[in-house]
């Protein structure tokens, strides 16, 4: 059995059947887990100055750049192993760069509690053994970690729950739309409108505490009897959740209080976004948006990738794994033509495009091992399915941090 890199869930039961050195089939995987394992359409090759080099010559140049660069940022790492986190984090230290990755943007905020231990939290495997209630909130799990409902939360018998989704468990969704995990979730789907999801935790906060709360008062009573009866809940929340309350987080630490049963767990779409915001948290004290001088590191906005380039304030970027011009706003992009861009990652992506500086990586779990950090927390490890000589992600950081 091998580990599939497609999502935060990190699935350790997929069969790959290969022949002759190359995946013919996979067995388990979800579609999104057996497009992973197929690999790139393109494939990133070595360049300089958007001209084919060698692997060694791109190293070299890309090293050139940070080392001359008076304040580089390294940027990406959610679609990293975490041995290349680690490494990334010391190269950081070394060059006194700032260092930031995707979850800057999206969860970052929510595992930050969850490190900071600001609420109760589980692991999977308890939620597939002993969760009686499970709340979706924001989160279209069906979509974005396609065997969750599968493999741990909703449809499988645990240790305690033998009679499954069918008596034992009770699925909620709370969303903006109906999506597809919502749509399993049969009476219990509660609408809620865009950014609407603070007067919801107010009003819910309300019924459990016996008051008729002052938004849609017949439901809300209705689903603080769920939760209040619940023996092992967890809120699954996502993206859409943290977004809408990212300022106001303690909200959601208000109502993991009053819910003494409940678990909160953040839905997490890259595969090891928790491993570097766990590394980088054990490291600084914080997950994302960090500066380092010396042996200090600062915490800022400032540091974010979007804040850098917005203020233009870096002056090289080496991105690993991740591509930002296709998810940063355009209007932030602009200053990405005016400093040198190295890009490490297995396929072509359109920020490959625009860097000075290309470098190919094996895909995790595919063509390179190393482990990586499931969304509940738990460590995993990665399997080499096939042999080829592309350099794993972190060799190519060792190489780098030696070319300095
Ligand atoms: S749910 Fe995620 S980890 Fe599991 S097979 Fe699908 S993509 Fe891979």
Redesign the pocket.
Known sequence: MV?????????ED?DAVVENNRIKETR???????A?FRGCINRLAPSVDKKPAGIDAAIKRAAEILKNAKSPMLFGWSNSTSEAQTKGIQLAKRLNAAIDDTSSFCQGILIEKVLQKKFRTCSLEDVRDRADVLVYWGSDAQDS????LS?FSYFPRGEFRQRGYEEDRIAVAIDVRESNTAKICKGHFYRIPPKGDRKFILALLDALSGKVPAYDAKRMLELAGILKKAEFGTIFAGIGLTYSIKDELDILVSLADKLPNFHIMPMIGH?NMRGFDEALFRETGFVNRVKFDGSSAAHDNRYSIVEALRQKSIDALLVVGSDPLSSLPRSVLTHLANIPVICVDPCVTLTSRIASVTIPAAVSGVEAGGSAIRMDGRVIELSKVVENNYLSDAEILTRLTEEL
């Open positions: 580990t599939c890199t497609g999502c935060a869930l990190l699935c997929i388990n995987a979800c579609r999104r887990g057996a992973r970690e396609p065997r969750h493999r595969y």
